[in-house]
């Protein structure tokens, strides 16, 4: 009863666990099973699209690789030792996909680029507007200040005689100056 319980367990229909019984009891290799109903068909149709101008130096070693385990898989089916061109073809098929894995990576690779080169602009340019702000807060502070100098001035020039109150003090307010330069973007 035990055994009837064990591929329920692992959730394997019973043909499915004999058929994986079978497979490891003759020796057949994990590899060889995922790797699909053809790898070698699968392994041209990648080389095929990995041939491409702009990615040839980029993929040049593992493409070799894949392409010496194709040749060496086409001797052991000549020879008649059909299990290890099985695996010759799983892995060729491997080292196309990590060819493949290299040219996704490298686009990758660029638009991260291209992000972190935006992240910069962005970042510079927020520097910039709190700068910005920062200037903009400083003046409102002196004009705040001058204005509030202003009117104690004119009362301490209209206790003066002869001084008139009402021309000094618009003077006093055109004659202030920022104390820095604008920055310019």
Request: net charge positive; charged share 25%.
């Amino acid at each position: 009863m035990k055994r009837a319980r064990l591929p329920a367990a692992f959730g394997l229909a019973p043909a499915h666990a004999c058929a994986l019984v079978i497979a490891a009891l003759f020796g057949f290799a994990p590899s060889a099973l995922a790797a699909g109903p053809d790898p070698a068909a699968d392994t041209q149709s990648l080389l095929a699209k990995l041939d491409a101008p702009e990615t040839r130096n980029l993929v040049q070693v593992p493409v070799a690789k894949a392409k010496a385990a194709q040749q060496r898989a086409a001797s052991a089916r000549g020879a008649g030792d059909l299990q290890h061109a099985t695996e010759l073809d799983a892995l060729a098929l491997s080292w196309a996909r990590v060819a493949e894995d290299l040219v996704r990576t490298a686009q990758s690779e660029t638009k991260l680029a291209e992000v972190q080169k935006a992240v910069t602009d962005l970042e510079q340019k927020a520097v910039r507007t709190q700068a910005l702000i920062e200037q903009t807060i400083a003046r409102r502070g002196r004009a705040e200040q001058n204005l509030k100098s202003a009117p104690a001035a004119s009362k301490s020039e209209s206790a003066k005689p002869g001084k008139d109150a009402a021309k000094a003090a618009p003077a006093a307010a055109v004659k202030a100056k920022p104390s820095q330069p604008a920055v310019k973007k």
